[in-house]
């Protein structure tokens, strides 16, 4: 029980420290009504292990902090990232090609409106969403699948889930 816990935090710990490393390498992309944050590829991790929930949360969330990002983006923005987790984590045996279809509709729902009304971007909020779901479907929907891809034959190697009973 000990060790399922603590391979738990491990592993949301490093999701998040991957995170909050790509958003700050990646900062001149990741922020503004054009932006492909690339960390959000991560949000293809659920599939794999619930650990990813919290992980890409606080991730987001000390990204968001670091990057220099206003108090309403740090926590909808954030929360907009936790809100495609977890249902990326609930469709994690449907197709792959669905999974990240909850980041990407969250961010492309939530995102605009921080950016009109924190930033006080002048641009309508239909527009800003179709710029944001562009930039979710290339970091979440394109870079996510191909992590996916790539990790699918050695999840179990790389994921052992904190769920399972060994």
Not at 19 to 40: G, K
Not at 61 to 72: C, D, K, R
Not at 83 to 91: N, S
Not at 94 to 111: D, Q, R, T
Request: hydrophobic share 55%.
């Amino acid at each position: 029980m000990q060790n399922k816990k603590l391979l738990y935090l491990a592993q949301g710990a490093m999701i998040a420290a991957l995170y909050v490393v790509l958003t700050y390498v990646f900062a001149p992309i990741s922020f503004s009504e054009i932006q492909v944050r690339i960390a959000e590829a991560l949000t293809i991790l659920p599939v794999f292990t619930s650990a990813a929930i919290p992980g890409l949360f606080i991730g987001c969330l000390l990204g968001n902090i670091i990057g220099g990002a206003l108090i309403p983006d740090v926590i909808f923005g954030s929360l907009a990232t936790l809100i495609g987790a977890f249902f990326t984590w609930k469709l994690r045996n449907a197709h792959p090609f669905l999974a990240p279809v909850p980041p990407i509709l969250s961010n492309m729902i939530i995102v605009p409106f921080v950016l009109k009304y924190a930033y006080l971007i002048d641009l309508p909020i239909p527009l800003m969403m179709l710029t944001v779901g562009i930039g979710e479907i290339l970091s979440c929907g394109v870079l996510g699948l191909l992590l996916y891809y790539a990790l699918r034959s050695r999840k179990a190697q790389i994921f052992r889930s904190p769920e399972s009973k060994s």
